[in-house]
């Protein structure tokens, strides 16, 4: 890809079009590198090193095309204050939807959908979260931050290689592949339940205004909630969907 249009990706719509987007900095280079190792599609990515991370580049990813570039080039590639001297321009995955014949008695996986989630730190720290304890599938609605936003890869920490994302996932095409769901509501039962574990699918509603009611009246809903002393009248998005998963864990 044209240096011009790697300058572009820090936008949705060109990193929709060219099915790439940047992602920054020696951790996350070598989270990539170590992700190659099963998810082959990310061989294709290139790198743009400063002269300084040359010979970096050399030792650690021999595989990988680089190019080095100025530091002022740095600068026009980075979304950060301080440019970290090395930046990969990644290839989308392939297509992450599930095989209409797969078993998913064999995987168990479990989706977590959010809707219309806003906050890039919030959908980072999820990513990470998922990614942590494993067999998660996570589906974002339509209007939701893009997962391959720069902040977003960032707090994900790499993690996003290894959670499969669905985007512009609506509730009607949710109702199609689940039967039922669970979703968090203060006069729910407590996720502590054993009722919790039985759903392939778990609702999560936007930082401000939660889950739209409109949407769950038109499909198999029950609630549930996280047990608190009552002192304030919400969670952190993030911070429920990680107490939730956590509980689907153990």
Not at 94 to 115: G, Q, V
Not at 117 to 135: E, H, K, M, Y
Not at 198 to 215: K, Q, S
Request: proline share 5%; charged share 20%.
């Amino acid at each position: 890809m044209k240096f011009d249009n790697v300058k572009k990706l820090h936008q949705k719509k060109y990193r929709t079009e060219f099915g790439h987007y940047l992602l920054e900095g020696e951790h996350l280079v070598l989270e990539l590198l170590k992700a190659c190792a099963t998810q082959t599609y990310l061989n294709d990515s290139t790198l743009f090193v400063t002269p300084d991370y040359e010979g970096w580049a050399k030792q650690h990813a021999r595989d990988f095309t680089y190019t080095i570039i100025t530091s002022k080039k740095m600068t026009q590639l980075s979304d950060t204050k301080t440019p970290p001297g090395i930046i990969a321009c990644v290839p989308f995955a392939p297509s992450l939807m599930p095989s209409a014949t797969s078993d998913k008695s064999e995987t168990n996986e479990r989706s977590i959908y959010l809707h219309e989630v806003q906050d890039p730190g919030n959908l980072g720290t999820i990513i990470r979260t998922l990614a942590w304890f494993g067999n998660f599938r996570l589906l974002l609605s339509p209007n939701s931050v893009d997962p391959y936003n720069p902040k977003v890869v960032r707090s994900s920490m790499g993690a996003m290689f290894h959670v499969a994302i669905e985007q512009e996932v609506t509730f009607t095409q949710l109702s199609e592949r689940f039967e039922r769901f669970a979703y968090l509501d203060m006069q729910g039962e407590t996720i502590r339940s054993p009722k919790f574990t039985e759903y392939e699918c778990y609702l999560f509603g936007n930082e401000a205004r939660g889950v739209p009611r409109d949407a769950l009246s038109t499909c198999t809903a029950d609630a549930f909630t996280i047990a608190g002393n009552g002192a304030i009248d919400s969670l952190n998005l993030a911070s429920a969907v990680n107490m939730s998963v956590y509980q689907l864990s153990i």
